[in-house]
């Protein structure tokens, strides 16, 4: 691990201009590239004190031998050069996406003399034109097959386009009319570069033009009684709708625009672009790439503009660019976005209309991308034991923890404070195992106090289970057999063969939080006699892993599995925790005194509701006027009237910015039957006037 200050420039040599900078490595080997309006100040960030730094950083300064820089005249040039050293140095510490496929494109050679209709993939070339990146090649083959009816342009390879010259027969295409058949010459090449040309312009979106021109034959064709010609017409029409139905439209004016979304967490990101144009979706690809700096949304939007049109020039740049986010600064990518395109691009972020859902579109898939990555890379075998084997080093265990348990604490301010337990065994979750608790020992708001409750709850159930069994004999450890693998018959299990609950300990606790935490349950497990089970704490803003005791947290390598999975049990422990933690406010919500009364059904209590109008009224009603309500008898509607007596009536509802109090009407109550009252803008969402 090299010291920054080793290889820190002096005072005053790092000139106050833009430019593009290179740390590099003990090798010479360039691990990271960036950019700056002004390289003194950018530079001077890099060489402050360590523990300033993001964890990312840090790795990368301690890791890095020297920094060089290159002076240029604008923002803009420094946008470019950035571009080009990442390309040509690929540096570890750079933000780098990868397809998460090969995507293929629609190509038509317009630079061949007789110009060919393809699927292609990989680098583009030069006279080639594009049409997509489409998700499956036989999409693309789908629609060449309805064009060619109207634009029989070639489709051969030039072995067989060299073969029927030779022997002047023509293909299968050429005898039923969907290649022109340049190679027997029953077309001139201009004839068919035209031809060539009119695909291009119908796949770039100018497709009304053709269909009213087939129309236009097709009636002066049945007017001159040729219908079989008018039939061909009216099929090729047809084949043109057809073909312009697999891409709806999805902006009404015609925009040529790419829209980008992406999707991040703490490690990773995934990038979805939607191709329009003419209006329609014509085409789709996706990136994912490893957080290996600190980078913000607008940066990685940047990093996405770069690979997406760093070799493009044109029309392949198009006019607007929908965006999440906007670099900072935007202006020098606007303007080299332009550069590449040859006249003006829009960069912005839609705000409204069809844009705006397309852009929410466009943001599910990135999403489901993300997932999707994530889910493969969780549900590899190899992965998952390379994982468990690097938090057992990390940690110093004795051996992989094949089961970990996972706690986190939620409430809402100190309200409705609960606490979850999710379980991983061999990477994977096992979710009958998943436990949740309600914090009993105190009221309030304490993240600390609460893990200990909740910890030393589990592990005393654990405790009483091995204890009910008689399996505490000295030497041996419970449950388990001669080679050590845990038993799962016998008395760990009920009579009717399922397994106890808490039965099974864990080789590690996780805990979602820091030092404080960490600290509450290793004393909760002190306490219960338990020595045998490790602790450790992850704390979500630098993904830090804490142990009992240390005053430094254990930092994992940025690509490391270990820390993935132990990032994916503690966010799952908090999915865990904060639905059941919503549930129960939500039914807290909805609890009535009409709750505590015996044999009151849904039905019922919806039927007096409707005919009072409000619990108060319910309240306020005699023991004869609630027998009124249908299927009520007397005896229910005494024990209606003893239950509403012995609750408190609810305060009256206050519009908390006037102060006023408001009278209460009809079909102002409560899905509880009590009156809505104005309170904190997060439980009262919806319903401020």
Request: proline fraction near 5%; charge should be negative.
């Amino acid at each position: 691990m090299a010291d920054p200050s080793s290889y820190r420039p002096k005072p005053g040599e790092i000139p106050d201009s833009p430019g593009v900078y290179r740390f590099r490595d003990e090798h010479r080997r360039v691990i990271y590239v960036g950019k700056a309006k002004s390289l003194r100040q950018r530079l001077a960030n890099y060489f402050q004190d360590l523990a300033g730094l993001h964890p990312r950083t840090r790795s990368m300064v301690t890791t890095a031998a020297s920094v060089e820089w290159t002076v240029v005249s604008t923002e803009v040039e420094a946008l470019q050069l950035e571009y080009s050293w990442i390309k040509e140095y690929d540096p570890r510490f750079n933000v780098k996406y990868r397809d998460d496929k090969s995507y293929p494109y629609l190509a038509v050679t317009m630079n061949e003399e007789y110009p060919r209709v393809q699927v292609m993939r990989g680098h583009k070339k030069k006279g080639v034109r594009y049409f997509g990146p489409y998700a499956h090649a036989w999409a693309i083959r789908d629609t060449v097959d309805l064009l060619l009816r109207v634009f029989p342009v070639r489709t051969c390879s030039a072995g067989v386009f060299k073969n029927a010259a030779r022997t002047g027969r023509p293909c299968l295409l050429g005898y039923i009319g969907k290649c022109s058949a340049p190679c027997v010459d029953r077309v001139s090449a201009e004839e068919h570069r035209e031809l060539a040309d009119e695909f291009c312009d119908f796949m770039t979106g100018r497709t009304n033009t053709y269909i009213r021109r087939l129309e236009k034959q097709m009636a002066e064709a049945a007017e001159e009684m040729e219908y079989e010609r008018a039939a061909r017409l009216r099929d090729d029409v047809e084949a043109l709708k057809k073909a312009m139905e697999k891409n709806a439209v999805v902006l009404a004016d015609a925009t040529d625009a790419d829209l980008i979304a992406v999707a991040e967490d703490e490690l990773e990101a995934a990038v979805q672009i939607f191709h329009v144009r003419g209006g329609r979706v014509r085409g789709q690809r996706g990136w994912v790439t490893d957080k290996v700096e600190e980078i913000t949304t607008g940066a990685l939007v940047e990093h996405a503009l770069q690979q997406l049109y760093g070799e493009e020039t044109g029309d392949a740049v198009p006019k607007e660019v929908l965006v999440p986010a906007l670099p900072d600064p935007v202006e020098p990518v606007q303007e080299w976005l332009a550069g590449r395109r040859g006249s003006g691009v829009s960069l912005r972020i839609p705000q409204r209309g069809d844009k705006r859902a397309l852009m929410e579109t466009v943001q599910r898939n990135a999403q489901q991308a993300l997932v999707l990555h994530k889910t493969k890379r969780a549900s590899d075998l190899t992965t998952r034991s390379r994982a468990l084997e690097e938090i057992a080093d990390a940690l110093d265990l004795d051996s992989a923890p094949l089961r970990i348990e996972c706690y986190d604490i939620s409430h809402l301010q100190g309200d409705d404070v609960v606490a979850s337990m999710v379980v991983f065994e061999d990477g994977l979750a096992r979710k009958s195992e998943y436990r949740r608790f309600q914090i009993k020992g105190f009221a309030g708001q304490d993240d600390v106090r609460s893990m200990h409750e909740v910890i030393t709850r589990r592990f005393r159930r654990y405790l009483a289970e091995k204890e009910k069994t008689g399996e505490w004999t000295d030497g041996e450890a419970p449950g388990s057999t001669e080679d050590g693998e845990l038993t799962m018959a016998g008395t760990l299990t009920e009579d009717d063969g399922r397994p106890k609950k808490f039965a099974y300990p864990p080789q590690l606790v996780v805990v979602d939080g820091g030092a404080p935490q960490v600290a509450a349950a290793r004393r909760a497990l002190d306490e219960l006699g338990i020595d045998d089970i490790a602790v450790c704490g992850l704390a979500k803003r630098l993904e830090e892993v804490w142990l009992p005791g240390d005053d430094d947290p254990v930092v994992l390598p940025r690509t490391s599995e270990g820390l993935y999975l132990l990032q994916r049990v503690r966010d799952e422990a908090h999915r865990f925790a904060i639905s059941y933690q919503r549930a129960k406010r939500s039914k807290r919500f909805r609890s009535s005194p009409l709750d505590d009364v015996p044999g009151l059904g849904d039905t019922r209590k919806q039927a007096l509701l409707k005919h009072f109008g409000s619990l108060k009224r319910l309240r306020a009603a005699t023991i004869d006027q609630i027998c009124e309500v249908p299927g009520i008898g007397r005896k229910t509607a005494e024990t209606i009237a003893v239950a509403l007596a012995g609750s408190a009536p609810a305060a009256p509802a206050v519009n908390t910015a006037t102060g006023e109090i408001m009278e209460e009407e009809p079909g102002t109550m409560g899905s509880s039957g009590e009156p809505v009252t104005m309170g904190a803008p997060d439980e009262r969402r919806g319903q401020e006037t």
